[in-house]
């Protein structure tokens, strides 16, 4: 609300009573303007408790990809990984790179399907704070010690070491 909207409140009365004219002789246009709280309004969009009915369109989850393949079954395999972007299109991501489009590739000798990203992935946690979302991730990450998820090749190891290692 600005701090002239009694000036607001006049001219908008003005116009109207200049301007439109009853059908009815008898009857009086009377203006009534409402205002609403903003932060009463900000309030009812942040706490809206609908979350969106497809876990892939979520955002700012922590989530978990059991390998499908039938020599992971007997003792399944495990990638767990955080996104702020949805989960759809961080599944569209693992697709082409990542930890478990390598794993199938390396140890089963297959291309990775999006139907088995979608029909194997799970959320396991979900956070609004981005901060704690990648605490989350890491904490997960290192209580479960998810296989697809170990570190075969660094950036940094091959930039310091000639890639020796």
């Known amino acids: 609300m600005s701090p002239s909207h009694k000036v607001d409140e006049r001219a908008l009365k003005n ?8 059908s009815d002789d008898n009857t009086d246009i009377n203006l009534v303007i409402y205002y609403k709280n903003r932060r009463t309004s900000n309030l009812f969009m942040k706490n809206n408790m609908n979350s969106p009915t497809d876990s892939l369109q979520r955002t700012c989850v922590v989530y978990k990809f059991t390998c499908p393949h039938d020599d992971c079954r007997r ?20 697709r082409n790179a990542g930890g478990p ?3 199938m590739e390396h140890d089963h000798d297959h291309s990775l399907t999006r139907q088995e990203l979608n029909d194997n992935t ?18 997960l ?14 950036w940094r190891t091959t930039e310091l070491f000639g890639g020796a290692f």
């Not at 116009?15 to 009853?22: E, F, H």
């Not at 979900?126 to 989350?136: A, G, P």
């Not at 990450?141 to 660094?154: A, D, G, L, V, Y």
């Open 15 to 22: 116009i109207i009573n200049n301007n439109v004219i009853p």
């Open 75 to 94: 003792h399944p395999k495990h990638y767990i990984g955080a996104t702020t972007t949805t989960l759809s299109r961080r599944l569209t991501m693992h």
């Open 101 to 103: 489009h390598d794993h």
């Open 122 to 139: 799970c959320i396991i946690k979900s956070c609004n704070s981005h901060r704690k979302l990648w605490i989350f991730e890491a904490l």
């Open 141 to 154: 990450t290192s209580k479960n010690t998810p296989f697809i998820n170990k570190q075969i090749k660094s």
